[in-house]
């Protein structure tokens, strides 16, 4: 490790140096039986004295279809009654609702939902939207069994970003953005009142269906520098897998009741970043008209952000309107912000047993019931086409018509709502 990684202070160095010291590699056979987890679970055993307390986390980085056999040899020959314990697992959960249930009846007998952290290794008229300026570079095989409505829509689960992209951007799951912005205020910020209340809101989300969906497949850049999907040489020539979706959800309740959020995530755009956008309604009876709509929009990434946009009167004797902007950008506003990776959050958050990011087993099944209809039905029906759309553009040519059939208002080049 120690190669790979240069302190940028002296002081840094040094307790580097000594994190290293305590740091030690074993390799685990799965398929070797006890034994190699046996040797783990002596190792950890040497690191104290006799009956000393120790908890132990358990960072599962592994391909799905082996949680369950890891995992139940971690409880039978690894499992600590002197401390706390906890198996650390990353998406996918699962590809629907059905498989993620599984999943969960599979680990459920070895390990309690206290003891499991989810987290993922890559949040009027609202927009959630997290597009991103590259394309599968190399996960095409991976991609292709996953799409973008999985790999990005749904099973990005973590409030915290886990995934870096070559641009440097993490990327969150929509759902959680959605939830977060919906959810009626929660009792205090303890992780139970705060799952409670994105679980809750998350079951007033219909499912999603195709009427309201589009979905798109990039070909190569226009200059030809950068490759179409299916020229990917792990990705099937008839590839039917969708690398762009927008989709409208509703809540059912009062407060949002008729109200679309626009969820669009997409792979191969103009630029890479992930943000909310909510559109304030039109008041009755304005007295100035054609104006353009106060927008809320907070930037997550990249840049921080929380901006207001809205129509002030233009300087002069004439009672014209001008689009402003009251801007606060972190960088800008606070020197020096200290804003932690998303991975040093998440991990000392599950080492510190604060579950506030981890997601809970009923926001997981929530989520899975809004998209697994659309998934069968997308998965079902190959005359439903995709969207064909240039590596580098904003997306699919009807998207700004898409968009606009839900009065969301869009400013400026085609696609780009402002």
């Known amino acids: 490790m120690e190669s790979c990684v240069e302190p940028s202070s002296p002081e840094l160095k040094k307790d580097f140096k000594t994190f ?28 104290i004295e006799a009956d000393e307390a120790q908890n132990r986390h358990f960072y599962m980085a592994l391909p799905p279809n082996i949680y369950t056999a890891v995992s139940e040899q971690l409880r039978r020959n690894c499992y600590s009654d002197k401390g706390d314990c906890q ?48 394309g599968t570079e190399g996960r095409g095989s991976y991609f292709d069994d996953m799409g973008i409505i999985r790999d990005v829509m749904q099973n990005r689960l973590s409030p915290q970003a886990l995934l870096t992209d070559p641009d440097g951007l993490m990327v969150p799951d929509l759902m959680q953005l959605l939830a977060l912005t919906t959810m009626e205020r929660p009792g205090s910020f303890d992780a139970e009142d705060l799952r409670q209340e994105k679980a809750r809101v998350l079951r007033l989300v219909p499912s999603l269906d195709i009427e309201n969906t589009m979905i798109g497949q990039f070909s190569k850049s226009v200059d030809g520098r950068k490759p179409g999907y299916k020229d990917d040489e792990s990705v099937p020539k008839d590839s039917r897998c969708a690398t762009f979706c927008a989709s409208v959800a509703y809540v059912k309740n009062a407060r949002w009741e008729g109200v679309p959020f626009i969820l669009k995530a997409g792979k191969a755009l103009d630029e890479s970043k992930t943000e909310i956008r909510i559109q304030l309604k039109d008041t009755t009876d304005a007295m100035l008209r054609d104006t353009a709509h106060n927008q809320l929009i907070i930037r997550i990434q990249p840049n921080e952000a929380i901006r207001l946009k809205m129509n002030a009167k233009l300087p002069g004797l004439d009672l014209r309107t001008v689009a402003t902007e009251l801007d606060l950008t972190y960088q800008r506003t606070v020197s020096n912000p200290d804003i932690p990776e998303a991975y040093e959050s998440l991990l000392l958050d599950a080492f510190s047993g604060d579950y506030s990011d981890s997601v809970s087993e009923q926001e997981l099944e929530a989520s899975w019931k809004i998209f697994t209809p659309l998934l069968h039905r997308l998965e079902g029906h190959e005359e439903i086409r995709l969207a064909e759309y240039t590596y580098g553009s904003e997306g699919p040519d009807r998207l700004e018509d898409f968009v606009a059939s839900y009065q969301y208002q869009s400013v400026g080049a085609r696609g780009q709502v402002l």
């Open 20 to 47: 290293c010291e305590r740091c030690s590699y074993i390799t685990l056979d799965k398929n070797a039986g006890d034994d190699s987890f046996v040797d783990l679970n002596e190792r950890m055993e040497s690191f």
């Open 87 to 134: 198996i650390i697992i990353e998406k996918p959960f699962g590809k629907d609702l059905e498989s993620s249930l599984d999943l969960h009846r599979e680990l459920e007998p070895n390990w309690k939902e206290s003891e499991i952290f989810r987290i993922d290794h890559y949040l009027g008229k609202e927009m959630i939207s997290m597009t991103e300026a590259i």
